[in-house]
């Protein structure tokens, strides 16, 4: 585990240097550098985190000849098999680590044959002297990020933006362009960043450059499988339940290969319950965290209760109303907004357990792939609703603006009050139905501000970016899929890498820790694509298969336990001096007016809104805008330094 960067079209004796110590939080234990030979204008180093092969494994690693260098970041679970098919083969190995599988790997398949046997999550570059060429690469899931600025011949990349910045030939300038994107999902999707002229390397893809032309090519080398509806065959329930089991042990087995100790995060869901209750069938020591609020909607009872009946040695560690001052400097480590308090959680999280451990498992990647989220079942129920009545979603719209907003919350599952704010977005959501495409109805149903009210905020100046021409439309191919499958890929092409991963990765590597995923093996995604949808969604509930594993496991009152939403409850923080004192520095009239994106009367309008309601959606409006405001002060006007 690692941070890589580097650079080509130009030399600078100085920048890797620089580059390496901007990020040496998510190496601390070393670092290596490497520069082409013959003068080529190519440079790259790496970070290290030593989690396998401690002794040895340090980077670059060169294949036996030195034509071919790799810099890596991530782990390969499977480097272990590929370590002996190698091997077989003929290539001599210096080194036990899993990087030097790439050099080997790359020199016997190629790139693309080296990316689809790969099980893992990673960045990574090699360099192939002989051709004067290098490739940079990314995980399927988009785990790992990698960033690159590639202007007049000049290509520099990194896992953070804030090691870019270091070039002289990089200028930190906002994308205006992608504040409208930011204020619908609360992140920017791929490949854009908030960053003008620096973007994100797209997930399950690569970039071959060539230092002959300069020229760059990015390639996509994985995507999620869909089946043709029209004659999809299924095996049997049972069937398919003894596949998903033996994946999913195998799976926690490879990400728990380590030379350091391996812990997990613990939540009340069944993901994370399910991933260490496989964990201890390979470990009888197991260090489990989990983080609560002291507020009504705390979880940590439940994960509790499920770490006492697993044996683990478990942690809880407690957000207080002054962790709200850490905010600054979160947003640093995270190189770009995400409007979500719940990034102080998994800051606080992260550094709780980076005290025991280098290593921690999760369960993120479970919802994306079996259903797992409210709106999953809504847009499901509504379409074969509209299927069975015509009309049915303008009658539901019409149904739902006479109905108490208190309604809503028995059909998403979700710990806070929904308020009007959330019956308003569900109206919209129902009358729009059928005249948007699937990506938009999803997006229509989970964000925070509609396209009217976007419009309404803005400052006269950014009125027009309210178009959502940036918003991806789903492909025709995708449409000959079951429904809720083509649902479920869309999220792999921006909500899981670009909201769920991208905070994980930038909180557990501020700490030094690796934070492992093993429902995001492509073996596990690509068998959750060739189940039938029962499977997934049944009687309302979700995740099924996962559920009937849990069964095996637990007793009834933790397998059967419901859904409770991982979020920071800022309606319980709202008098809080260390959140008023935030907002007021951020959103004061004066603030809002010299960075001139927002009308400042429509900003203290929802200041008011979220204190006189104390509705969660007004409160993530907040939280957003504060965030925002934020990333401008430490990577804009570079007022706020770590």
């Known amino acids: 585990m690692c941070g890589i960067y580097g650079f080509a079209g130009f030399h600078d004796e100085r920048l890797l240097d620089k580059m390496g110590r901007r990020m040496q939080h998510r190496g601390p234990d070393g670092e290596g550098f490497y520069d082409a030979p013959n003068g080529a204008p190519f440079h790259m180093g790496m970070r290290r985190l030593s989690i396998i092969d401690l002794g040895t494994g340090w980077q670059p690693i ?34 036990h680590s899993d990087t030097e599988c790439l050099v080997h790997g ?31 690469g990314r995980d399927r899931c988009g785990q790992k990020p990698l960033y690159y600025y590639q202007q007049n ?92 089991e033996e994946l999913f042990h195998d799976s926690v087995r490879l990400c728990m290969r380590s030379d350091v100790p391996v812990g997990a995060y613990l939540s009340a869901g069944v993901d994370s319950s399910l991933t260490v209750a496989a964990m201890t069938k390979h470990s009888s020591n197991i260090n489990t965290y989990s983080v609560g609020f002291d507020s009504p909607v705390d979880e940590t009872p439940a994960a509790r209760e499920t770490a006492k009946f697993l044996g683990t040695n478990h942690h809880e560690i407690i957000c207080q109303p002054e962790d709200f001052d850490l905010l600054p400097k979160i947003v640093y480590h995270m190189d770009r907004p995400v409007g979500d308090a719940l990034l102080i959680a998994f800051y606080k999280l992260a550094q709780g357990a980076s005290k025991d451990l280098k290593v921690v498992l999760g369960g993120e990647g479970a919802d994306e792939a079996y259903a797992g989220y409210s709106f999953h079942k809504v847009i499901c129920q509504v379409q074969k609703m509209r299927g069975l009545v015509p009309g049915a979603t303008q009658m539901g719209a019409l149904a739902m603006q006479w109905l108490p907003h208190g309604l809503l919350n028995k059909f998403f599952t979700f710990p806070a009050d929904l308020g009007s704010q959330g019956k308003k ?74 909201w769920a991963l991208i905070r994980q990765d930038k909180n557990t590597m501020a700490h030094s820790l690796e934070y492992r995923l093993p429902f995001l093996d492509h073996r596990l ?118």
């Open 425 to 498: 977005r569900v109206v919209d959501f129902l009358r729009h139905y059928t005249r948007r495409d699937l990506n938009h109805n999803v997006n229509a149903l989970r964000t925070l501000w509609s396209q009217d009210e976007r419009r309404d905020i803005y400052s006269a100046d950014l009125k027009s970016q309210a178009n959502e021409s940036w918003m991806n439309v789903e492909r025709d191919q995708d449409k000959n899929a079951p429904f809720l499958d083509r649902m479920l890929k869309l999220q792999y092409d921006e909500w899981l890498q670009d």
């Open 62 to 95: 060169l294949n036996e000849d030195n034509s071919i260098a790799v810099c890596y970041n991530g782990e390969t679970y499977n480097y272990v098999e590929l370590r002996e098919e190698l091997a077989a083969k003929g290539h001599h190995f210096r080194t």
């Open 106 to 136: 790359y020199e016997e398949w190629g790139i693309e044959g080296l990316l689809k046997r790969m099980n893992g999550m990673f960045a990574f570059c090699i360099y192939d002297s002989r051709k004067r060429e290098f490739f940079i």
């Open 153 to 244: 011949g000049k290509f520099v990349f990194a896992s953070e933006v804030k090691s870019i910045l270091e070039c002289d030939y990089v200028t930190a300038e906002p994308n205006i362009g992608s504040i409208d994107a930011f204020l619908t999902l609360r992140n920017v999707p791929e490949p854009a960043t908030m960053f003008a002229n620096i973007v994100i390397l797209p997930v399950s893809h690569y970039l071959h450059f060539k230092l002959a032309d300069m020229s760059a090519t990015v390639r996509r080398y994985w995507e999620v499988p869909l089946l043709n509806a029209s004659n999809a065959t299924y095996k049997s329930d049972e069937a398919f339940f003894t596949e998903f």
């Open 525 to 642: 995604i690509e068998h959750a694509f060739t189940m039938p949808a029962h499977l997934k969604i049944q009687k309302g509930t979700d995740k099924y298969i996962e559920r009937r594993l849990a069964d095996k496991i637990f007793p009834e009152h933790i397998s059967r336990r419901p859904k409770i939403p991982f979020y920071l409850p800022v309606e319980y923080f709202l008098d809080k001096p260390q959140f008023k004192s935030l907002v007021a520095d951020t959103l004061n009239e004066t603030a809002v007016r010299k960075r001139g994106y927002f009308d400042p009367k429509q900003v203290n309008a929802l200041l008011d809104k979220m204190r006189t309601t104390r509705e969660f959606i007004f409160c993530k409006q907040v939280v957003s805008l504060v965030v925002l405001e934020l990333w401008h002060r430490v990577f804009i006007d570079k007022e706020i330094r770590f």
